[in-house]
């Protein structure tokens, strides 16, 4: 009987190697399988947040827009409030706007330019804006040359 035993014991030394093996490659596909799970479920979210607010990205647009051709006071500053309160929505949920302060190739859509001696913005016809540090609509601009 101690003969059989030490063959089996013998036989699960040699097996034993491979087994550990077979468990860290089982172990290390699963913690790959994990992470690229979390990261699929997390670019779900974020599409799917694009996907809803693009409207909402679309209609503050709209209110800029409108904002620079209304003339009467009390209409503007009425459309200023829900631009203002849309705005911190948008903020809320994520989104910032991406700057056009200053004239970025990358960053800015140009729509026109003007020839008047020095690189600016002369003017931002529609937002920009980033989402988690990306940017998910880029700002039209004018710009002058």
Do not use: C
Request: charged fraction near 40%; glycine fraction near 2%.
């Amino acid at each position: 009987m101690e003969e059989k035993e030490l063959q089996v014991e013998k036989e699960i030394q040699k097996e034993e190697p491979d087994w550990k093996d077979s468990y860290l490659r089982l172990l290390a596909d699963f913690d790959n399988f994990k992470k690229r799970t979390a990261k699929e479920k997390e670019e779900i979210r974020v599409k799917t947040k694009l996907d809803t607010l693009s409207s909402v990205l679309e209609l503050d647009n709209d209110l800029h827009l409108a904002q620079k051709v209304i003339k009467d006071p009390k209409s503007l500053e009425a459309v200023k409030v829900v631009t203002d309160k849309l705005s911190s929505f948008l903020k809320s949920k994520g989104f910032e706007e991406v700057q056009t302060e200053t004239y970025d190739e990358d960053l800015h859509e140009v729509i026109s330019v003007l020839e008047t001696g020095k690189e600016s913005i002369v003017d931002v016809v529609a937002k920009g804006w980033k989402l988690n540090g990306q940017v998910v609509k880029y700002p039209k601009v004018i710009i002058s040359k």
